[in-house]
Structure formats: C-alpha cells, structure tokens
C-alpha cells in the first residue's frame, strides 16, 4: 500500500520496535523492568489533584476553554519565569499554554516552516526537534548535541553551505536524551550568532527542575537581546509529575509566539479548563514538591550508577534531566542499538530506549529512565550481572530476535 507523502518522510518508528517485544515478553508472563520510556512515575502532588477534582464539579468548566491558555494560567507561568530566571514576560502576547512541550514544537514548525526551509538540530535530541520540522516541510541539517566549540563550528558550516539559508536552531538543555547541560556562556554565544545571523532559536527547557548539582539550569531568556529571537518552550511533565494532563508553555519572542498562537487557533481549544486551573495552581503553589521529586530522582541516579558499575556496565553519571546516556559495552558495541536492546530485554528482562530512535549519531548508546524504585533498579542490576556473565555465549549463538520468548 502507498504511504501518503507525509508519512513517507518519518522512518520506521524504532522505539515500536522495542515494544512490541516488551508487550509480548510480558504476556509470556516476564516481569519487564521498563527504563525505556520517559514516563514518570511519581504520584502528581495531592494539592495539584485537590484542586483538579474541586473544579471539575463545576459545570461552567466543562465548555470550551482558551486555546492559548485561561488568563490565570499564562499569567503564572509569567511569574514563573520571573520567579525562577529573572525574566519578565507579557502573559498576554509572551506566553501561550500548549498540550505539552512536544505538541507545542510540533505546532511551532507548521507555523513558520515552509517547503524547503532548513532548520539546525542536535543529532542525536528528541525525535520532534526533527520530525516536526520534517513533516512540516523543512529539511534538517544536523550540529552536535554536546554544547561546546564544535556546535559554533557546525553553526557557522550551516549558515555558509545552506541553501536557503537556515531560519532557526533547536536547543534542548538539559538535554534528552544526553543529558548535556549548557550554562549561561554558552547561550549568550548562541543569541549572539542568532542575532548576527538572523535565526530563531528555539530552545527545550522542559527538564530544567531536575538537576543534581548546585547550580540550576538557566533559560536561553536570561541572556540579554535573546527574546528579540527565542521561543522556550516548558511543560510541567517532569517538573510536577504531570505527564498524562498533557501541560505546557511557548514564551518568548512575540512573533513566534503569535505565529503559533495562531495556528493553534485552527486546532484546538486547548486544555480541559480544570486541568488548567490545576496547573495554575501548581505554578503558584509551594515548590516543596519539585524538591523531593529532585531528591528522588537523584537518589535513582546513584543507586544506577553504583548498581550497575558493580555489574560489569559503567553507567556515567548525568548531571540532570531524568536520563542516562550510556554507552553499549564495548563487547556488544557492533549489534547497534537497536538490536542490543533487544538482546538485552530477551537476556535480562530490562527494556532501555535504543540511542538510533535520536538519530544516527546516536547508534553506540542507549537512553536509560530513572523511571522506576531503587529496589526495581537494583533488580535489573541482579538481572544485567546474569546477562554479562554469559556474554561471550550469549554472542556466540545470537540470532535475531523476535516477538517470541
């Protein structure tokens, strides 16, 4: 059968792959210990529910809402943002609510992307960062992911060789699925270039609550001139455990932020309106809540690290986001991603997200979740020191995998 012509732009989508495995293992009866998807699993905090289930006994609340976002909800992401960066932002033409980060860059590249634009993006990132742009028309010229000299060099390559010239730079820091950080010294070079160039830049600060370190990520927005070129975009997914209300914000520059808002018009009405007094009242509420969440997370980091270095597999350390990069043990190194995680799902009942799914340049990693309890962690240590132990035989007599257990 034909694929219609957006659809032939998108590979096949790898992590399907993985599974469609995991669900079959687990009908088998296997106890899969899942740290593929970025699914978080702590509770949402009980004053946030609280809130959520006195509005919806209104019925007022049950019409169409605001697709931009109700008035309270943009004007507390403004205090947010003024609160937690030093930015101030006009909740009225600055900000706009979307259904999550992910919905809110995947509207953003239809708004001001046509045919044949180029637009630059870290290889390996988050699949949207590219696929939005690519079923949007775009085409994408890859910069590498870890901030440093080399991306300025591949900037510079991109604006001298690209016909058209590209019209924007997706950043994700920190970053999913590296887990790189960028400070402020990197940014102001980014605008600087943006500004030098004229690009929008379009920058992922969706994990900037879960850091490890003393220092919190900033916003692309805290460099002075950056809003005359930025959209950041937020949710409060990780930051609140908030994943399946589907919560998230575009702020910055007014152009871009009314480009989408108008897009976005055509396509929705927005949030369930007591899903969006909620978020309003975790945005203005106590930030105790983000705190723990952090502690937690970063008490899953440690126990991976330690647990499974003392299996046999050096896990590095990330210094935020809710993520691992790790590289496949060098033995392993020349299945690929894709079919080392499916090896390691049959052998060690471990589901981890191949590093091909971010892109090419992806392929000699995987991306492990801090998405289940250290006792579940230390489990899968048990299960991955039993799987490394038969390595050598295991290598021996691979054969591809399939569905089946």
Not at 74 to 80: G, I, M, P, S, V
Not at 114 to 137: E, K
Request: hydrophobic residues 40%; contains cysteine.
């Amino acid at each position: 059968m034909e694929e219609f012509h957006k659809t032939r732009r998108l590979p096949p989508y790898v992590f399907e792959q993985v599974n469609k495995l995991k669900a079959a293992a687990r009908a088998q009866g296997a106890d899969i210990i899942d740290l593929g998807m970025g699914n978080p699993d702590l509770p949402t905090p009980p004053h946030i529910v609280e809130k959520l289930t006195e509005v919806v006994t209104d019925p007022r609340t049950h019409r169409y809402s605001a697709s931009k976002g109700i008035t309270g909800l943009r004007k507390a992401q403004a205090a947010y943002y003024e609160r937690r960066f030093g930015v101030k932002l006009n909740p009225n033409t600055q900000v706009i609510a979307t259904l999550g980060s992910k919905e809110g860059f995947a509207n953003m590249a239809q708004a001001i992307t046509a045919p044949g634009d180029v637009v630059l993006s870290p290889n390996p990132s988050y699949p949207i960062h590219t696929f939005g742009f690519l079923m949007a028309g775009a085409a994408i010229r890859s910069i590498p992911a870890k901030p440093g000299p080399e991306v300025f060099h591949a900037l510079e390559r991109a604006v001298i060789h690209s016909v058209p010239k590209p019209i924007a730079v997706i950043m994700c820091y920190p970053a999913n699925p590296t887990a790189y950080v960028a400070d402020l010294d990197f940014y102001k070079d980014v605008v600087a270039f943006a500004r030098k160039h004229d690009i929008f830049i379009l920058s992922d600060l969706a994990y900037s609550e879960i850091y490890f370190g003393d220092t919190p990520p900033p916003s692309m927005l805290q460099v002075p001139g950056a809003i005359e070129v930025t959209a950041e975009f937020t949710s409060l997914s990780k930051t609140f455990s908030m994943p399946g209300w589907r919560v998230g914000f575009a702020v910055g520059n007014e152009r871009l932020i009314a480009a989408l808002a108008r897009v976005k018009s055509y396509l929705d009405y927005g949030a369930f309106t007591p899903i969006q007094v909620a978020a309003t009242a975790a945005l203005n509420g106590p930030d105790d809540c983000i705190a723990e969440m952090r502690a937690t997370y970063k008490r899953r980091r440690d126990v991976l690290v330690e647990s499974f270095g003392r299996a046999g597999w050096e896990i590095p350390a990330p210094e935020a986001s809710m993520f691992a990069w790790v590289p496949i043990p060098e033995k392993f190194k020349a299945l690929g991603s894709l079919e080392f995680s499916k090896l390691l799902l049959e052998k060690a009942d471990i589901a981890v997200s191949p590093g091909i799914g971010f892109g090419e340049y992806g392929d000699d990693y995987v991306r492990i979740g801090l998405v289940e309890n250290e006792q579940r962690l230390r489990q899968a240590a048990r299960n991955l020191r039993r799987f490394l132990e038969t390595a050598d035989e295991t290598l021996h007599n691979v054969v591809p995998i399939s569905a089946s257990r």
